[in-house]
């Protein structure tokens, strides 16, 4: 990784970004393994984090805001991953590019945090590398620096 930002805003209104070629290859990884986890089990827990209910006091109105807006909302997360992975090599993003690697990065890291069931709170702890978890965690503690950094850049736009 480059020392300082790895995002950032630059003086045209655009974002540099400065990520390593391993960086560039992991990031490459996630939106196939995304896609097939979006077109996995609608009961999976992990995909109902990415879809919360609507209406939690009216399971009819939360049905009809599922089946007019659950297609929109797929749509939108798969237009996300399309962006993410068409200029993953890119070393600067437009305003659009920037805003759907954020929406990529938050739904993986949401998709994980489920199911690592990571807390509310956020922290950085020390990783155990005999935990089988290890790797995954690891890969959740990148994309919420990564994430950040986004969010950084996107906040001076």
Same mark, same amino acid.
């Given at each position: 990784?480059?020392?300082?930002?790895?995002?950032?805003?630059?003086?045209?209104?655009?974002?540099?970004?400065?990520?390593?070629?391993?960086?560039?290859?992991?990031?490459?990884?996630?939106?196939?393994?995304?896609?097939?986890?979006?077109?996995s089990d609608p009961g999976d827990p992990a995909l109902a984090r990415l879809y919360p209910t609507a209406y939690p006091?009216?399971?009819?109105?939360?049905a009809e805001y599922r089946r007019l807006m659950g297609d929109e909302l797929?749509?939108?997360?798969?237009?996300?991953?399309?962006?993410?992975?068409?200029?993953?090599?890119?070393?600067? $993003? /437009?305003?659009?590019?920037?805003? !759907?690697?954020?929406? +990529?990065?938050?739904?993986?890291?949401?998709? #994980?945090?489920?199911? @690592?069931?990571?807390?509310?709170?956020?922290?950085?702890?020390? $990783? /155990?590398?005999?935990?089988?978890? !290890?790797?995954?965690? +690891?890969?959740?503690?990148?994309?919420?620096? #990564?994430?950040?950094? @986004?969010?950084?850049?996107?906040?001076?736009?």
């Amino acid at each position: 990784m480059y020392a300082g930002r790895s995002i950032r805003r630059t003086r045209q209104g655009d974002f540099e970004v400065r990520l390593s070629d391993e960086e560039r290859e992991l990031l490459r990884s996630i939106p196939p393994q995304m896609r097939e986890a979006l077109a996995s089990d609608p009961g999976d827990p992990a995909l109902a984090r990415l879809y919360p209910t609507a209406y939690p006091d009216d399971a009819e109105r939360d049905a009809e805001y599922r089946r007019l807006m659950g297609d929109e909302l797929s749509a939108g997360r798969l237009e996300a991953l399309d962006t993410l992975e068409a200029s993953i090599d890119a070393r600067r $993003l /437009d305003h659009e590019q920037a805003l !759907a690697w954020t929406r +990529a990065i938050n739904d993986v890291r949401l998709l #994980l945090g489920t199911r @690592l069931d990571v807390g509310e709170e956020p922290s950085t702890p020390d $990783l /155990d590398p005999d935990d089988p978890h !290890a790797p995954v965690l +690891a890969l959740y503690h990148y994309l919420s620096y #990564l994430e950040e950094q @986004l969010v950084e850049a996107l906040d001076f736009s």
